[in-house]
């Protein structure tokens, strides 16, 4: 499928990274790449391993135009839901670009508020190299996030299971209660907060 591109110089394209999650920050991320310096093997960062998405990350810091990292906190995704905690953190993702662009790709199928013209996409993230960037450089910085609460909390094993509702995630929760990380409106948490109060 080809997705028309307007003809306007910067175009940036966003995605975002830990929607799923239990635990922690979700992360977006907005990238205006440079066409006259390609990037290889961009792609939906869930496609790539582990070592090919860090590696690439580093290559789109280095060669786009410029890139942001938004993100909206456990508190803010309790207090809004974690969709309207979503596209708060897309906006600030967008509005954090050194450059303001003339367009955004938006992956998936509703639009942040944004200043400029948009469009959402639905997989994006492999329709879109904008998309594909973005994906690639939320995906990398949340799962960073994961191992610094793996240090903190290493009986949660958050670096394992980056704060996905795992057997593994629930085990640790019936264990050892939840962390201040935790998304206290998430069914699975009040859950485990329900039970720890009986």
Request: glycine share 6%.
């Amino acid at each position: 499928m080809q997705i028309e591109r307007p003809d306007v110089q910067y175009i940036a394209g966003v995605d975002e990274v830990g929607r799923g999650p239990l635990v922690g920050d979700v992360v977006t991320a907005a990238v205006i790449l440079d066409p006259h310096n390609p990037i290889e093997g961009l792609n939906d960062s869930k496609k790539l391993t582990e070592k090919k998405r860090t590696l690439l990350a580093q290559e789109i810091k280095e060669k786009a135009l410029s890139f942001s990292i938004g993100r909206a906190s456990v508190e803010e995704i309790d207090e809004l839901n974690i969709l309207h905690a979503t596209m708060l953190a897309m906006s600030r993702a967008v509005e954090g670009l050194s450059i303001q662009p003339d367009f955004v790709f938006v992956d998936g199928n509703r639009l942040p508020k944004l200043l400029m013209p948009a469009q959402s996409v639905v997989k994006g993230d492999s329709l879109v190299a904008e998309i594909s960037a973005a994906s690639i450089i939320a995906k990398v910085a949340r799962d960073h996030q994961m191992m610094e609460l793996d240090a903190k909390y290493p009986e949660f094993g958050f670096a394992g299971h980056k704060g996905y509702p795992t057997k593994a995630h629930f085990a640790a929760l019936e264990a050892h209660g939840i962390t201040p990380h935790h998304r206290k409106s998430f069914k699975p948490v009040q859950r485990i907060l329900a039970m720890k109060e009986l």
